[in-house]
């Protein structure tokens, strides 16, 4: 047993998995980075992992979510075919970047979502969000929808993290219900996106990939459990040191590397 690749993959799967589960982000963001710094695994190929650790670990939090009335499955499915539909252009996009240029992008995005909700916290309620125009609603997820999809297939890491912002900023979201659509969303993009990732890159490493499969499933479960009995204050602010550690610990790993 490579006792390397087992340690790597069960570390990422712990912060993505967290991730995941508090945030609502796509695995990638910390799945990719690791995969690529510590094994060397090709960027595409490292996404493709990441975003196959996806499914599973986002439709369990998307059900614990759920369970708890804080998902948004009418507005979100809208939002859902259309993230799906850009992701598979997103992919084949992926396909012709370098990859540094695939590395960097999931571990900013993720720093600076940290700082944003640490900073400014999301403290919008249900009945606030309840009041957005449904009208506006449609057209803001359609265009939100073509912008994360194609983000999603492009870099894996950004669609989380991009809904999460979307649907908190823009369609006003109050963040329990906005981290259980996004969860829900991302467990039918993130399969869109590995199946594509797949097909075009071809077969992944096996070993890491139910590795990280099985460490991201786990963690995800257990954060969603603790975020939907957190009140607002406190999960902005896990959502925020969680986002926002990973973010800088990665930056450390590749500088000193």
């Given at each position: 047993?490579?006792?390397?690749?087992?340690?790597?993959?069960?570390?990422?799967?712990?912060?993505?998995?967290?991730?995941?589960?508090?945030?609502?982000?796509?695995?990638?963001?910390?799945?990719?980075?690791?995969?690529?710094?510590?094994?060397?695994?090709?960027?595409?190929?490292?996404?493709?992992?990441?975003?196959?650790?996806?499914?599973?670990?986002?439709?369990?939090?998307?059900?614990?979510?759920?369970?708890?009335?804080?998902?948004?499955?009418?507005?979100?499915?809208?939002?859902?075919?259309?993230?799906?539909?850009?992701?598979?252009?997103?992919?084949?996009?992926?396909?012709?970047?370098?990859?540094?240029?695939?590395?960097?992008?999931?571990?900013?995005?993720?720093?600076?979502?940290?700082?944003?909700?640490?900073?400014?916290?999301?403290?919008?309620?249900?009945?606030?969000?309840?009041?957005?125009?449904?009208?506006k609603r449609?057209?803001?997820?359609?265009?939100?929808?073509?912008v994360i999809?194609?983000?999603?297939?492009?870099?894996?890491?950004?669609?989380?993290?991009?809904?999460?912002?979307?649907?908190?900023?823009?369609?006003?979201?109050?963040?329990?219900?906005?981290?259980?659509?996004?969860?829900?969303?991302?467990?039918?993009?993130?399969?869109?996106?590995?199946?594509s990732h797949?097909?075009?890159?071809?077969?992944?490493?096996?070993?890491?990939?139910?590795?990280?499969?099985?460490?991201?499933?786990?963690?995800?479960?257990?954060?969603?459990?603790?975020?939907?009995?957190?009140?607002?204050?406190?999960?902005?602010?896990?959502?925020?040191?969680?986002?926002?550690?990973?973010?800088?610990?990665?930056?450390?790993?590749?500088?000193?590397?």
């Amino acid at each position: 047993m490579n006792w390397i690749k087992l340690i790597v993959c069960f570390v990422a799967g712990i912060g993505a998995g967290l991730g995941t589960g508090f945030a609502g982000m796509s695995a990638a963001a910390v799945i990719s980075p690791m995969l690529i710094t510590f094994l060397d695994i090709p960027a595409y190929e490292a996404v493709g992992i990441a975003l196959a650790s996806d499914v599973l670990a986002s439709a369990v939090s998307a059900t614990t979510y759920g369970k708890n009335k804080n998902l948004d499955i009418r507005n979100g499915i809208v939002m859902m075919i259309t993230v799906m539909l850009f992701t598979l252009v997103g992919s084949f996009a992926a396909s012709y970047l370098p990859n540094k240029t695939m590395g960097n992008f999931s571990v900013f995005m993720t720093l600076l979502l940290g700082i944003k909700f640490i900073v400014k916290p999301v403290m919008t309620t249900k009945e606030a969000m309840l009041g957005v125009s449904k009208k506006k609603r449609l057209i803001q997820s359609v265009i939100c929808g073509t912008v994360i999809g194609l983000i999603c297939g492009f870099v894996g890491a950004g669609g989380g993290m991009m809904m999460l912002l979307i649907l908190t900023s823009v369609l006003g979201y109050e963040l329990k219900t906005a981290v259980g659509t996004s969860v829900f969303i991302m467990s039918f993009t993130a399969l869109t996106g590995a199946l594509s990732h797949f097909a075009i890159g071809g077969r992944p490493d096996m070993f890491c990939l139910v590795c990280c499969v099985l460490s991201t499933l786990l963690w995800a479960q257990i954060a969603a459990k603790l975020a939907n009995k957190a009140s607002p204050k406190t999960l902005n602010r896990a959502t925020g040191v969680v986002l926002a550690v990973l973010g800088t610990g990665i930056i450390i790993v590749n500088a000193v590397k």
